[in-house]
Nanobody, 119 residues
Framework: QVQLVESGGGLVQAGGSLRLSCAASGRILFSTYFMGWYRQAPGKQRELVATIISGGSTNYAAPVEGRFTISRDNAKNTVYLQMNSLKPEGTGVYYC????????????WGQGTQVTVSS
């Protein structure tokens, strides 16, 4: 059984910062997993925010490029999302996802953490 637990969400003013964490536990070789952060705004579909592969290379959605940073600490089985210069459109539930396998047949999601950015 694998669990991903997000934390660090909250209410922040536009222009502020938050750091999200996602801790993995259970039968998981965390360092081999492709990790990602996704956001689901009210009434909208879940969308990709950032990803990081086992080797550390990262990828970002265009709207967050230059403001958000994804990182991982394999020793702590944790992935982070540092969010700076937050905008009201960044409001939503942020989910952590971990995938592994040739076809990403192993795929685990956290329960999400709410981020609200006030204008």
């Amino acid at each position: 059984q694998v669990q991903l637990v997000e934390s660090g969400g909250g209410l922040v003013q536009a222009g502020g910062s938050l750091r999200l964490s996602c801790a993995a536990s259970g039968r998981i070789l965390f360092s081999t997993y492709f990790m990602g952060w996704y956001r689901q705004a009210p009434g909208k579909q879940r969308e990709l925010v950032a990803t990081i592969i086992s080797g550390g290379s990262t990828n970002y959605a265009a709207p967050v490029e230059g403001r958000f940073t994804i990182s991982r600490d394999n020793a702590k089985n944790t992935v982070y999302l540092q969010m700076n210069s937050l905008k009201p459109e960044g409001t939503g539930v942020y989910y952590c996802d971990g995938k592994r396998g040739k076809y990403f047949e192993l795929d685990y999601w956290g329960q999400g953490t709410q981020v609200t950015v006030s204008s």
